[in-house]
């Protein structure tokens, strides 16, 4: 029981941290885009609790080291709407953090959820996230993974482009600082990544 509670302690600090780490690079994103202040300040609020419907989500089913069952890849898909649930509310920063918690697993070629969108139907705030969460998921150790070299997760958004990632987003993506001189990086924490 006690290491139950103490693996769904980690489990939440690690989803807050990636989190943190994932907003750094959305917000990159955002201001590579050229986007407004005011959005840039709204995308700052809202990435980090785009997965915030996850405390719904059974602890055991997320820190499993096995792969999924149909059953529990339905149940962890639940927490988009769980995340859009908890998140409900009025005023601006409420509706974007509902907005990113509800598309950020949408795809550009329309094969995402929970709605299907395709290309610019997905909100733009989903679309940046998107590439920051699947970035950071991939940099980051998981139950079920080792955290993968940078040059490897630049090549998996690469090869996303256009078919689950919006190609403007992914371009900024590689034009952020961390992204140039490849190869001769090592380091495996987005936010140092960013500021070197
Ligand atoms: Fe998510």
Do not use: N
């Not at 907003?23 to 955002?30: F, S, Y």
């Amino acid at each position: 029981m006690l290491a139950t509670t103490e693996r769904g302690g980690a489990l939440r600090e690690g989803i807050w941290a990636h989190g943190d780490r994932l907003a750094t690079v959305a917000v990159a994103l955002a201001q590579r885009l050229k986007l407004s202040a005011g959005f840039v300040e709204l995308l700052r609020f809202a990435a980090p609790l785009h997965d915030i419907g996850k405390a719904a989500v059974p602890a055991e089913v997320l820190l499993k080291r096995a792969p999924l069952t149909a059953e529990e890849i339905a149940l962890v898909r639940t927490h988009v709407h769980e995340g859009a649930r908890m998140l409900a509310g009025s005023g601006a920063r409420l509706c974007t953090a509902r907005e990113v918690a509800l598309t950020h697993h949408e795809r550009w070629d329309g094969t995402g959820y929970p709605c299907g969108l395709r290309g610019e139907e997905i909100p733009l705030v989903g679309r940046i996230v998107a590439v920051a969460d699947v970035f950071d998921a991939l940099v980051s150790e998981r139950p079920y993974k080792p955290a993968w070299p940078i040059d490897a997760a630049r090549a998996e958004i690469v090869r996303g482009s256009g078919s689950q990632f919006d190609p403007k987003v992914v371009e900024a993506f590689l034009d952020l600082p961390g992204c140039r001189g490849l190869g001769r990086r090592a380091a495996s924490e987005p936010a140092r990544w960013l500021r070197d």
